[in-house]
């Protein structure tokens, strides 16, 4: 998943060269999909690293997650600009479209991985999630009928030594003998 985010993060900034080259104005929507391209391509090379991958590819989900809304929110003014029958670049339209779907493409991948990786990490269900836990007592293996194991049972019983009396009474505990007098 690490190079997931890279490519993804580089295709975000191929996405930002081919809005400056592309167009002959120079937009500052033009400039959104490096600003998140760049952090994408941040998280995908730290999360190289095993021990820091959950943690970031978290933050390049929450990246992504950012740029999606973003896009949605100057999507949705772009098309209220369209119904009104003002003018709007289409350039740029374009380009807001493509961070769309980069974004929620990653999304959409990264959730599967998430979801894969949790799989993975508590393993497959045995049973199904409406049917009853099996008791300790239906897990156990069951041990074969042993005559010799049953004779045996008895013969530790009468090693053992009877309870003698001093056992059974209790015994007065006086303050003077636990002070040491």
């Known amino acids: 998943m690490p190079q997931t985010s890279v490519i993804f993060g580089l295709a975000m900034c191929g996405l930002t ?25 941040f998280c995908g090379i730290v999360s190289l690293n095993p021990h820091r991958k959950k943690n970031w ?66 393993g497959a269900r045995s049973t199904p999630p409406d049917a009853p836990a099996p008791t300790p007592a239906e897990n156990a293996p069951k041990a074969e009928h042993d005559p010799a194991v049953e004779d045996a049972a008895p013969a530790a019983d009468q090693l053992a030594s009877p309870p003698s009396a001093a056992e059974d009474t209790p015994q007065a505990h006086s303050v003077s003998s636990s002070l040491g007098a």
């Open 17 to 41: 060269v081919f809005g400056m080259v592309g167009s002959p104005e120079k937009l500052a929507t033009a400039f959104i999909p490096m600003m998140l391209g760049i952090p994408l391509f």
């Open 57 to 122: 590819m978290w933050v390049a989900g929450i990246v992504a997650t950012l740029g999606l809304l973003a896009s949605l929110t100057r999507l949705s003014y772009q098309l209220v600009q369209i119904w009104e029958h003002e003018w709007v670049n289409r350039f740029s339209l374009g380009l807001m479209w493509g961070v769309f779907g980069l974004c929620a493409a990653y999304l959409v991948i990264l959730a599967l991985d998430m979801i894969r990786q949790h799989r993975r990490r508590c």
